[in-house]
């Protein structure tokens, strides 16, 4: 199985990480690489659980993450 994970820049520093497929999914790192692999466990650990409590375990939907820029009057 492969799912989605996005990544931001964390405030206090490092990397956060999320599963959009899996809500509640989350992980950290203080690298990409170091933040890819404690995705990897996490998001293990959730289809762990989900199959341990007989929940269905979500398939990824296709989708598209793109950007947009907007101008307002007085914001950057």
Known sequence: MEY???IYHAEEGG???EV???PGCYSQGETIEETMSTIKEAIEAH???LKTEREEVPTEE???IGRVKVEVAGVG
Do not use: C, D, I, M
Request: proline letters at 7%; a negative charge.
């Open 4 to 6: 989605t994970v996005l």
């Open 15 to 17: 990397f956060w990480a």
């Open 47 to 49: 289809l762990l659980a």
């Open 20 to 22: 959009p497929a899996l």
């Open 62 to 64: 296709e989708f598209v």
